[in-house]
C-alpha cells in the first residue's frame, strides 16, 4: 500500500476540505460523506487486523521468552551439578549455551515491549476512528435535516447557505486530507573483505571465549 495504517488514520481523523468543497459544488455532499463513513469504517477493520497480528506477536515472544528464562534457569542449575562432579568440560559448554540464551532475552524483552506500545497505539487508533465516525454520521444527519428544512422552505434542495454552509463542509471534510510521511530504513555499508571477516571472526571468538571462561569463574567462586 501507498499509505500506511498510521498515516491513513491520522489522514481521516484530521483532514482539510477540499474534496468535500468539491463534492458541495458539484451538488453531491451527501455521497461524499457517506462514502467518508465507509472508509472510516474499512479503515477500523484494517486497525483491528494488525492489532491481532501485533497480539499473536507479542503472545508468541512472551512463550519464547519464558521458555527462555526457565532453560536459563534449568542450565544454570546443570552447570552447578557439572562443576560439583568436577565435569569442567561440561561446566563450559553450558556457559556457552547459557550466554546464547542471555543474548536472546533482552531481544524478547524489547520485541514484547514494541508490542505493547503498537497495541496501545492500535488500540488509541480503532477509538479515534470511532469517535470521528460518530461525528461523521452526526454531521450526515444535520445534513440531511438541512436539507429536509431547505425543502419545506421552498428552497432549491441544494443544501444550507452562506456560513452555515461552511461550517458543515468544514465539519465534514475532516474525513478526507492529511498524509503524514513515515519513512526511513536501515542504510548498508560497505561489505567488508575477507581479511577482514577472518579477523572479526577471530576476534569474536576469542571474545566469547573470555566470557565463558568469566561466567565459569562466577560459577566457581558461588560453589
Known amino acids: 500500500m501507498s499509505e500506511s495504517l498510521a498515516s491513513r ?3 481521516l481523523v484530521s483532514g482539510s476540505a477540499n474534496m468535500i468543497v ?5 451538488l453531491a455532499p451527501e455521497m461524499v460523506m457517506e462514502e467518508a463513513i465507509r472508509e472510516v469504517d474499512n479503515a477500523i477493520d484494517d486497525v483491528r487486523a494488525e492489532l491481532g497480528r501485533v497480539m499473536t506477536r507479542q503472545y508468541h515472544a512472551t512463550r519464547r521468552l519464558a521458555g527462555e528464562n526457565k532453560k536459563h534457569e534449568e542450565l544454570s542449575e546443570s552447570i552447578r551439578v557439572a562443576l560439583g562432579e568436577k565435569r569442567e568440560d561440561l561446566a563450559e559448554a553450558g556457559v556457552g549455551k547459557l550466554l546464547d540464551i542471555e543474548a536472546q532475552i533482552p531481544v524478547l524483552e524489547a520485541a514484547i515491549g514494541e508490542t505493547r506500545e503498537a497495541q496501545a497505539e492500535l488500540e488509541g487508533y480503532v477509538a479515534a476512528l470511532r469517535g470521528r465516525k460518530s461525528e461523521m454520521k452526526e454531521e450526515l444527519r444535520e ?7 431547505a425543502a419545506a422552505n421552498g428552497g432549491d434542495g441544494g443544501g444550507p447557505k452562506g456560513s452555515d ?5 468544514e465539519k465534514a471534510s475532516e474525513a478526507f486530507d492529511r498524509a ?3 519513512g526511513g530504513g536501515i542504510g548498508g555499508g560497505d561489505t567488508p573483505d575477507r581479511k577482514s571477516a577472518a579477523l572479526n571472526a577471530e576476534l569474536e571468538k576469542l571474545a566469547r571465549k573470555n566470557r565463558v571462561n568469566e561466567r565459569l569463574a562466577q560459577f566457581k567462586e558461588q560453589g
Open 9 to 11: 488514520v491520522k489522514r
Open 22 to 26: 468539491t463534492a458541495v459544488e458539484s
Open 143 to 149: 445534513y440531511r435535516a438541512s436539507q429536509k428544512d
Open 180 to 182: 503524514m510521511e513515515i
Open 165 to 169: 454552509t461552511e461550517r458543515r463542509v
